[in-house]
């Protein structure tokens, strides 16, 4: 068995526009007289826009295998990644906990405000002020979850 044999046998969720068309970027090919291409993965979808959803297919679909309710991840205050997380859990009904990092408080805009619009729960953290880390606040969560 090949590895695309193998990798087609992982249980996956369909979330992302895939597959995204690669384009040659003519003007600046001709400007180097080299071929240079670019792989469009902002089209995957406007909220799981780019290469974050590809990975989320796969873990979301093990994630509802154990009959998961809630995603937690965490990211900066403007984290594209925690920002999909969050898409990808309401589109598939499940709830999502956001650790996102802060030196400050933040705005609400940008990825910040699309969290909050997705429904997320989102608990603000500045490590360096509270002595703890994203992963061990996000370890803290799912143990009070559970």
């Known amino acids: 068995m090949d590895i695309y044999e193998k990798i087609e046998k992982i249980p996956r ?3 992302a526009n895939l597959p995204t068309p ?8 001709d400007k180097y007289g080299k071929n240079i291409w670019i792989k469009r993965d902002d089209l995957t979808g406007v909220e799981t826009s780019g290469n974050k959803i590809r990975k989320l297919e796969y873990s979301l679909a093990a994630a509802l295998a154990q009959k998961a309710e809630v995603i937690i991840t965490a990211g900066g205050i403007q984290s594209n990644h925690a920002r999909t997380c969050a898409a990808a859990a309401a589109m598939l009904g499940l ?3 956001l650790v996102l990092s802060i030196s400050s408080e933040p705005e609400t805009e940008g990825n910040f405000l699309l969290d909050k619009m997705l429904g997320a729960k989102i608990t603000l ?3 360096k002020k ?3 880390s994203l992963s061990e606040k996000m370890k803290q969560i799912a143990d009070v979850l559970r």
């Open 13 to 15: 969720i369909r979330l």
């Open 22 to 29: 690669v384009r040659r970027l003519n003007a600046v090919s």
């Open 95 to 97: 709830s999502s906990h």
């Open 125 to 127: 953290l500045n490590e």
């Open 130 to 132: 509270e002595k703890i």
